[in-house]
């Protein structure tokens, strides 16, 4: 009997959202690329500032809001004891007044911050550094904010509106990088103007706070009155400390790992640091399109199911997550392996950018290929401990990951330098994530005492044979294009599209030869009558 594709029509909504704000994340990307100049110093000075809110907003406290506040909003809600509203009015307070104080502290000491981030910074590209960081500060309020309106939502079921909410964040930086092309901006830092930098400046800060406004007026339509109280207790300060303590230490460990890659891409050469963000930014696109749409689905039912004590039905969505999400992920990498420098060459090789620095951009994303499915899996497993309340596990399996993740890095600045450093150092992500997802599953397995093994690594199987044999098609149909079109934009544009239909559609037929299941699920449930 063929598996009903549960996950994927209930997450159809989210997937387009989720499409949607990747794909506008994309023309976002693309067009500071092609304002800024991929390769340039000037890129590398935005980049790294723009990443610093992520950073310290992840630090302080996102671990703990991704992980930890959706199952508890979900038990709250499940407590007619509690007043639900009350309690999540008391708990963006908190969020409210904790991050103004450290916006207010990260503002002061930025030029340590980028010293410590990026010490192979020429002196001007450090100083602009700064000057973005400061005004790029506020974001993290803005993103705390955004991330607990978020899982009001999620835990009441509105799954989709968080997910269209970074649109209109994207829509605004793309406004603003084609308004810093209109004024006359350039990629050159040392022709960067005052009114130029305010632009980018607030620009970009604007654009965040503005997803913040679209999750306000979202969690209103939803019933939720967003107000602030004076005195934020009574929400159990300690019990959300004690269960988001260890999820702190995986995210420090994580942000180790970020400041040791970027200290090291900063010494690779003009344009490295923004050319290892970018690639990192197109791996996470089927990343985020596929696997984020299936944890934010299951969290809350996985976090009910846990609350029952039901680990058969715990066990049975973890599996359905894995195989739907492999399904697709598996011949994606294998797409991102094989066409990386290509791909890049049509997305990146616009305005400002350098075509040298597109190419070196797309070997970064092959080497990330490899990290795809293993990361994406990974991912999705350590969901199940949050919602059986276990953040103690998850931690210190996050710790390792980022353990190894910097061993290997250290020991790739040994052996490379340059521009391929930065390819090295996409590859260690693949060696780590792989570590951490066969903990995962040892883990998993004695906890739950089965992990439903034999039917994940059989169709998990089947789904890399497909792949593998595809991928030749691929690289051949590439190189056969390629050799008569030339290097070209417009000739790798053709050389793309053309090897990822002939690859996809041999993935395709293999895929219904070897009856993978999934595949069908998939496909039906895309069929025009199922929409």
Do not use: K
């Not at 007044?97 to 002061?108: H, K, Q």
């Not at 939720?224 to 109280?229: A, D, E, I, S």
């Not at 040892?442 to 439903?452: E, K, N, Q, V």
Request: aromatic share 6%.
């Amino acid at each position: 009997m063929s598996e009903r594709p549960r996950l994927v029509r209930a997450g159809r909504a989210m997937a387009v959202a989720t499409a949607v704000s990747r794909i506008t994340g994309f023309v976002r990307t693309l067009a500071l690329v092609a304002a800024l100049g991929l390769g340039t110093r000037l890129l590398d000075a935005y980049t790294a500032a723009n990443v610093t809110p992520n950073t310290i907003y992840e630090l302080v406290m996102g671990g703990a809001l991704a992980s930890v506040l959706v199952p508890l909003l979900v038990r709250t809600a499940a407590d007619d004891s509690v007043d639900g509203d009350l309690f999540a009015q008391r708990l963006l307070s908190l969020v409210v007044y904790g991050l103004s104080i450290v916006v207010i502290v990260t503002i002061i000491v930025a030029p340590f911050i980028v010293g410590l981030s990026v010490p192979g910074f020429t002196p001007g590209q450090r100083e602009l550094a700064v000057v973005f960081t400061r005004y790029f500060m506020p974001q993290i309020l803005f993103y705390g904010v955004s991330a607990t309106l978020s899982a009001v939502l999620n835990a009441r079921g509105r799954f989709a509106a968080p997910m269209w909410a970074p649109v209109a964040n994207n829509l605004v930086v793309i406004v603003t990088a084609v308004s810093f092309l209109l004024i006359g901006g350039t990629g050159r830092l040392e022709s960067l103007t005052q009114g130029q930098t305010l632009l980018l400046s607030v620009g970009t800060s604007a654009g965040v706070a503005v997803q913040m406004a679209v999750l306000l007026l979202s969690g209103r339509r939803a019933g939720f009155r967003p107000r602030l109280h004076a005195d934020p207790r009574g929400i159990g300060v300690r019990r959300i400390a004690a269960m988001a303590g260890w999820t702190i230490a995986s995210v420090s460990a994580a942000q180790a790992v970020f400041v040791v890659i970027t200290r090291l891409a900063s010494h690779a050469g003009p344009g490295a640091v923004a050319v290892y963000s970018n690639a990192g930014t197109l791996f996470q696109l089927p990343y985020a399109v596929i696997a984020v749409t299936v944890i934010t689905g299951v969290l809350p039912r996985l976090s009910r199911a846990a609350a029952d004590r039901d680990l058969g039905r715990v066990i049975a969505d973890l599996s359905q997550s894995l195989r739907l999400t492999g399904v697709v992920l598996v011949p994606v990498a294998a797409a991102l392996i094989t066409l990386g420098p290509r791909l890049t060459t049509v997305l990146f090789d616009h305005g400002n950018a350098s075509p040298a620095a597109a190419r070196l951009t797309g070997l970064v994303l092959a080497a990330y290929g490899l990290a795809l499915v293993p990361f994406a899996a990974y991912q999705i497993m350590l969901r199940v401990f949050y919602a059986l309340g276990d953040t103690r596990t998850p931690a210190l399996i996050s710790v390792v990951v980022s353990t190894v993740t910097v061993g290997t890095c250290l020991a790739a600045a040994r052996l490379y330098h340059g521009p391929h450093l930065v390819v090295a150092l996409a590859a260690c992500s693949a060696i780590a994530y792989t570590t951490g997802l066969l903990l995962t599953a040892y883990a998993l397995r004695r906890r739950m005492g089965r992990l439903d093994g034999h039917r994940l690594l059989n169709a998990h199987v089947r789904m890399l044979v497909a792949a593998a044999l595809a991928a030749p098609a691929t690289a051949g149909t590439a190189w056969v294009v390629g050799s008569a079109t030339g290097t070209t934009w417009t000739a790798s544009l053709l050389t793309v599209t053309v090897a990822a239909a002939a690859g996809g559609g041999l993935y395709a037929l293999i895929a219904r030869a070897l009856r993978i299941t999934e595949f069908r699920t998939l496909t039906a449930a895309l069929r025009p009558h199922n929409l």
